[in-house]
């Protein structure tokens, strides 16, 4: 058999691997090893660290991707890698026809630098996919730090969680609780991403300690994300933690009688339906909460991101194609213009309007478009055998869970939000890598732990 012939990298990444002949010292030879202690300390710090603090480590993670890669021979791009080529893309066109550039600019950097981080985490994951289970440990450590912060609230003065009660909604009177964040939807948008990887590490992980320590983080998380009476972190949990229920279950019983392949998955999800109805029904504070959801503008919170709303799709429809360019720095210079009084905003409260209204319809476009490459690779994983299938299960739960509190909210482009996800998406990026990896080396997929 014909050995197969070396395939050029794409023009786009011939600089990748210039530096593949250089000695390079301690630091060269002990690259995975730095990117994983610095990466550690960057999900660890999430909701701990500055935000100079966690400016550094991101710029850390950049530059240390930055090295990697000249000493790395490129590869294929990829489906992900290309559909966020096209993401930054789209953000510098934007950039460079915003009516606000400077500030513009400022969004496309941080973007770039979120990137870098991206980057170096899928290269590590790719090259020793043992780290998903430690920067996974870094992670949860942080959360559980976090969430018990958050729960001894409860026990103390309340009188500085009585400030997110608003006096104007149905759910007046409602203590909600935000830890080391200072808001309590943001404890919500950064534990929400975090339960699915805990329940895999609980799955994955041997030994009772570890496992124990993954089971904590999880049960306190769950509390600590219900206490934020953060409705889109409801919703989101709710979705997330179904859908990776209804994944690990169909992979569980996915070589059972056919009659029981297609019952049993239905008779869960209609338990879990009575569930949720028993508990909204029976439990005050969760009745109360929910029921604002449908209290349209009767309710404070409903009313003021419907005008939001109103005036985004004004700037969307002033700069359908282009956007005001990224970042909330654009944003914060051009909404003003649009606004309706006294209802001053930061984002658009809406994912797929903050991405129409600084990138246009393409921005859009391309969002969608990685988000169902994302969950399409995740799925692809569903019978797969390797070091990286169930934690590329649970990061299709992440985005679930994420797409559908990114309907009302846009806590996603927060750091502490935003990182987690990327971590969930370099997973699933590696986890194909690697699996492309070992059938050309093998002929054959590699085997794993999660088989």
Known sequence: MQPPVPIAPPLLLRWQGLLAAWEGGVLSRHLPLLAGWVLAALLLGLPWVTRGGLSLLIAAAGLLWLLWALRTPAGRIGAINGWLLAVLAI???ATGFSPVPVAAFKGLLKLVSYLGVYALMRQLLATAPLWWDRLTAALLAGELLTSVIGIRQLFGDS????????????AEGTVRIYSTLDNPNLLGGY????LPLAVVALLRWQGRPRQLFALTSLILGIVALVLTYSRGAWMGMVAGLGSLALLLLWRAIRNWPLFWRRTLPVLVLLGGAVLLVVLVTQ???LRVRVMSLVAGREDSSNNFRLNVWTSVLQMIEARPWIGIGPGNSAFNLIYPLYQQPK???LSAYSIPLELTVEAGIPGLLAGLGLLLCAVRTGLGQWRASGPLVLPSLAAVAVFVGLAVQGLTDTIFFRPEVQLVALFSLATLAAS?????????????PAAGHDG
Request: overall charge neutral; proline content about 5%; cysteine-free.
């Open 91 to 93: 953000a510098v066109l």
């Open 343 to 345: 209802f001053n905003a």
């Open 191 to 194: 534990l929400l991403p975090i």
């Open 283 to 285: 439990v005050e504070p």
């Open 159 to 170: 009188s500085a969680l009585a400030r997110w009660s608003d006096n104007n909604s149905v």
């Open 432 to 444: 194909v890598q690697g699996a492309g990896a070992s059938v050309q080396k093998t002929g054959a």
